[in-house]
């Protein structure tokens, strides 16, 4: 069968690596999907997002891969960055409501 | 303001005690959104508005539970009888239009510590 990514609850990466965050989804009728970055102590903030007619979409730095056959999501980031250190969230969408993924704390070393 | 404003940022109360928790939409978004976050967890949807109406409040978890947006734009929510369980990080969110598509802006949300 195809192969899909792990989940990871924590993923440590080198800086100037390239990193892969993978996230399972529930609803077959949702029909957007979105990347959140959260740094301690702030809410949630919007990365990048695919809808369900999509595949793949580019951002800055940043790519989401969509799978919709067996329900998953993934984030890759390009030349991770300090910056970067944070945990990232999956959320998927059907109309006006959100429903987030098990969250995935990354950590850049240097 | 240039994005969405909650109040307190911090807010500690003994068990039983009811609380009170604000969130200042960005102007002009139709909606607001509710979140309870517990430690370690995604966010958890709770109430949704559209102006002043509460279209949806299948999340709260109680009748305890309650919130409110009168005129359109701030929101209250409150919990009465506040228990251990309730301690979370509450996120406020606002969009310009019902659906997801249209982009939600987080608050930084009020940390709620029932002791």
């Known amino acids: 069968g195809e192969s899909v990514g792990l989940h990871l609850p924590t993923l440590s990466v080198q800086e100037g690596d390239n990193s892969i965050i993978n996230c399972a989804y529930s609803n077959s009728a949702s029909d957007y999907f979105i990347w959140y970055k959260q740094e301690s102590g702030k809410g949630p903030q919007f990365i990048i997002d695919i809808r369900s007619n999509m595949d793949k979409r580019q951002g800055q730095r940043v790519t989401v891969l969509l799978n919709k056959t067996v329900k998953h999501l993934s984030l890759q980031i390009a030349a991770t960055q300090p910056g970067d250190s944070a945990v990232y969230f999956c959320?998927?969408?059907?109309?006006?409501?959100?429903?987030f993924g098990a969250g995935t704390t990354v950590t850049v070393r240097a | 303001g240039a994005g969405v404003s909650q109040s307190p940022r911090y807010k500690v109360a003994k068990r039983g005690q009811d609380v009170a928790l604000r969130c200042d939409p960005i102007?002009?978004?139709?909606?607001l959104f509710w979140y309870q976050q517990a430690l370690g967890q995604g966010p958890e949807f709770l109430t949704y508005f559209q102006n002043e109406a509460q279209l949806d409040k299948s999340g709260l978890p109680s009748d305890r539970f309650f919130a409110e947006r009168p005129e359109g734009s701030v929101s209250t929510l409150k919990i009465q009888r506040t228990q251990q369980e309730d301690s979370a990080v509450y996120l406020c969110a606002s969009s310009p239009l019902g659906q997801a598509s249209y982009g939600y802006t987080f608050g930084s949300g009020t940390r709620l510590t029932v002791v």
């Open positions: 959320a998927e969408s059907y109309d006006y409501k959100l429903s």
């Open positions: 102007s002009g978004h139709v909606s």
